[in-house]
């Protein structure tokens, strides 16, 4: 049987002055949305996209298109109110995140992804992100023009370049993942990574087996490297195997482009 024991922080930070993060930790479906339009529209933005995500915990055949199909009706949402409040009109949110989903009765992760945030996940004593950025950084590593230590710093990593609350429909990435036991999930907003290095933050979580402990000391450690954005992270550990379309032994599948 599956079991998954998590553990999560979010903190403010040292420099802002509101925490414009919000997270979901249900039993199916883990995420984190990073707020963006200042205060108010950043907190309302963010909000959102959680309060659309959170029916679909209750899914026992929650599938891919729900998550989709629940981030597209989202960017709707926050548009919306866009327009009915101007003075917090053009808020957006990123959100990525981990579910549970049934694929041709086999259980699977879905790791989904609009905007900077990430998913990484750790497996056979190696972590590796999951989850790709949009972001003008991330286009500029991708094509060879920076390197990944300078995607770090460089001037255009704080640029979005896919987000929820624009007029176009938003384009969600999505992977299909088997299930393996002993692996674990990190799921953080930017300011996680924008502190630390992914050696530094792989070192903690082998250092910190215990998800809830992981977790806190992701956050402290990130505060101590300057905390110059919201900070928030998910740790996920993964034991046994799933026995129904909601909780079954994964069959392999290929991951959508």
């Known amino acids: 049987m599956l079991t998954v024991t998590s553990g999560h922080r979010s903190d403010v930070g040292r420099v802002r002055h509101h925490n414009e993060d919000s997270v979901l930790v249900g039993q199916r479906l883990w995420a984190v949305a990073d707020g963006m339009g200042g205060h108010a529209a950043g907190d309302i933005?963010?909000?959102?996209?959680?309060?659309?995500?959170?029916?679909?915990?209750?899914?026992?055949?929650?599938?891919?298109?729900?998550?989709?199909?629940?981030?597209?009706a989202v960017n709707d949402r926050i548009l919306a109110h866009g327009h009915d409040n101007p003075a917090v009109r053009g808020l957006g949110s990123t959100v990525t995140g981990l579910a549970l989903v049934a694929v041709a009765g086999a259980a699977?992760?879905?790791?989904?992804?609009v905007g900077d945030s990430r998913v990484y996940?750790?497996?056979?004593?190696?972590?590796?992100?999951?989850?790709?950025?949009?972001?003008?950084?991330?286009?500029?590593?991708?094509?060879?023009?920076?390197t990944a230590e300078q995607a770090r710093t460089h001037r255009a990593r704080n640029i979005v370049t896919r987000s929820l609350g624009q007029?176009?429909?938003?384009?969600?990435?999505?992977?299909?993942?088997?299930?393996?036991?002993?692996?674990?999930?990190?799921?953080?907003?930017?300011?996680?990574?924008?502190?630390?290095?992914?050696?530094?933050?792989?070192?903690?979580?082998?250092?910190?087996?215990?998800?809830?402990?992981a977790a806190a000391r992701l956050v402290a450690a990130a505060l101590e490297g300057g905390g110059r954005d919201n900070v928030t992270?998910?740790?996920?550990?993964?034991?046994?195997?799933?026995?129904?379309?909601?909780?079954?032994?994964?069959?392999?599948?290929?991951?959508?482009?």
């Open 45 to 72: 933005a963010s909000a959102l996209v959680i309060e659309g995500l959170r029916p679909l915990d209750e899914k026992d055949d929650l599938r891919p298109a729900d998550l989709v199909d629940a981030l597209h």
């Open 167 to 213: 007029p176009d429909t938003p384009q969600v990435d999505l992977w299909l993942l088997p299930q393996t036991h002993g692996e674990r999930f990190l799921i953080c907003s930017d300011g996680l990574n924008g502190e630390l290095t992914d050696d530094a933050i792989h070192a903690l979580l082998a250092a910190h087996p215990d998800p809830d402990q």
């Open 108 to 113: 699977h992760w879905a790791v989904f992804n």
């Open 233 to 257: 992270a998910i740790v996920l550990n993964v034991e046994g195997a799933a026995s129904d379309p909601g909780n079954t032994n994964p069959r392999p599948t290929e991951v959508p482009a």
């Open 121 to 146: 996940r750790e497996a056979d004593g190696a972590l590796a992100r999951a989850t790709v950025d949009h972001s003008e950084a991330e286009e500029l590593l991708l094509e060879g023009v920076i």
